[in-house]
């Protein structure tokens, strides 16, 4: 049907349906070529060229000719900020299972590009046919996902032809892209595409240059007839152990201009690339915004220190001489005090938002009413859109007995054992330890029934924080939603320091783009935040100074590296081309 052709024709010419060697030659040019790109420029993909590259995918194989694939294509910013922030996630996680120097290596690889991609395709297998009813698919059920990867390899080759860039990121939970995108049940992700003009043009794969592992020889893969019963091949290796894409890519362009080896700061560069991007206009300093509070669940016995220790360094910090007060002028950070609810009448000096509710103490009431936290989290707000004209802002908190309502929090957001939850805490012993673990428990206890059970929404957050948190943290998450919403970058410091990001985000998932992990404290429960949030924290140093030291020590660096960048000397690109033989200028 369709071929002219006759077996005697075919007979005298079995080469005769070849295509000729200048066709062979350049697809395997392509083939050699292609590379998983991880580098974008913003400049748009023509209609034409991102339909060239769909109708590759849509002329794969498919086995029973079910083309079970379908092109989700993803433009919306918002949308992809959220699926960034879900690879960055996993890829914490996929980190904390590896050894050291796997995990720095995974770290090191760039993710940026569903950020800077101006596209992204999501190729999806719709598995609702039942794999009886599909020619081939009874024996083996799982073809109708090869013929999916098919698509993919018949596109990434499209767009390398075109020279488009295209990379392959399968750093998601299949569940939560699912969710991100509505797709239905029995229907698949098999990841996601990004798809741009590539700002970067490798001489070979990524991951051969970074070292992670080379190509295996051809011989040493080929099994002739069956597998043999000694001498097999070896098993795989295995080392288990919300900015404008222009406008990273921008940050990214200028980095690369420095006399310098790309990302040479490391963790550092990535954060300053975001930084930038967030704030193209630059920015020299930033505010730390202190909030303070009291809390009925100290009188259980979970903290070593009496109440009135949070009045004190309240006054310390007006006064400019508590540690946190210390830390942010020594960053260049002006201060923010916030009374959220400190014992006793209203501080003098500072910034008047408590509540004006009984609170509780978590085991046998409520922490805060619904309308306090409203309140709370719109003062927030108008706090961090204020604090954002400065440049960064650092969160910081103190509160008597603040790291148990923390560690309630952590338990209810993102399901950790509250054994594991607390930690040990300034100036606590084991007695102190095993009282909140049995408070934490209690408040669990009593508050899960109501909270609900679909921990992503935004009333799961908010019924969290009114049930089981703390004014100072409320106020916190509507400083980071203010100051993101003003598109400042919003510096995060420990456990405490780090929840009003993991709230915010609960409730406007486009804030992981703003947000900055200052470090890591001695707190067990923080580690498990950051990976939530998808963040690498810039300091490891076990601190428990709360105040926001750790985040003022962080927007220090941050500051000092944007002075970096803008003293460093730029280079001229014909001293780095190789193709030039008179190599004209000199670096400025």
Known sequence: MGDTTSARRRGADPTGWAMGADVADALRDVIDARRDIRRYRPDPVPEELLTAVLEAGHHAPSVGHSQPWRFMVVRDQATRDRA???????????????????????????????????????????????????????????????SCATAIENMWLTARAHGLGMGWVTLFEPTDLAMLLDLPTGVDTLGWLCLGWPDERPTSPGLERAAWSRRTPLQDIVIHERWPSSGSPDAPVSHVRGPAQDRLVTATDAADELLSPPESLGLLDRVLNRVQALAPGGLSGG???????????????????????????VSAALAGGSVGAA????????????????????????????????????????????????RLLEAGRRIGRSAATDGLVVLGEVGVGNTTIAAALVCALIHVDPRDAVGLGAGSDAAIVARKADVVEAALTRARPAIGAAADAPSYALAALRMLGGP????????????????????????????????????????????????????????????????????????????????CLAASMLLQGLKIRSLAARTVENVLDPHRSDLEGTPQ
Do not use: N
Request: aromatic share 2%; charged share 20%; with cysteine.
């Open 472 to 551: 100072e943290l409320a106020v916190l998450t509507g400083v980071v939603l203010g100051a993101a919403d003003a598109g400042a970058p919003v510096v995060l410091d420990g456990l405490c320091g780090s929840l009003p990001g993991l709230l915010a985000v609960r409730l406007e998932p486009s804030v992981q783009a703003y947000l900055v992990a200052g470090q890591q404290s001695r707190e067990r429960a923080h580690a498990a935040v950051l990976r939530e949030l998808g963040l690498e924290p810039l300091l490891t140093l076990r601190l428990r100074a709360g105040e926001g030291v750790g985040g």
């Open 327 to 374: 830390a942010a002028t020594a960053a260049g950070l002006r201060l923010v005090v916030v009374d959220a609810g400190v014992d006793g009448a209203a501080i003098t000096g500072a910034v008047s938002s408590r509540p004006l509710d009984d609170r509780g103490d978590l085991c046998t009431t409520d922490a805060l009413t619904a309308a306090d936290v409203e």
């Open 287 to 313: 505010t730390l915004v202190l909030a303070a509070a009291d809390h009925p669940v100290a009188g259980l016995g979970v903290s070593a220190y009496p109440a009135h220790v949070t009045h004190d360094v």
């Open 84 to 146: 960034a922030h879900l690879a960055d996630r996993a890829r914490l996680a996929q980190a904390s299972d590896l050894t050291q120097d796997r995990a720095a290596r995974l770290l090191d690889l760039k993710l940026e590009g569903l950020r800077e991609a101006p596209v992204g395709i999501v190729v999806a297998c719709d598995r609702r046919t039942p794999a009886a009813g599909v020619l081939g698919r009874a024996t083996f059920p799982d073809t109708d996902l090869w």
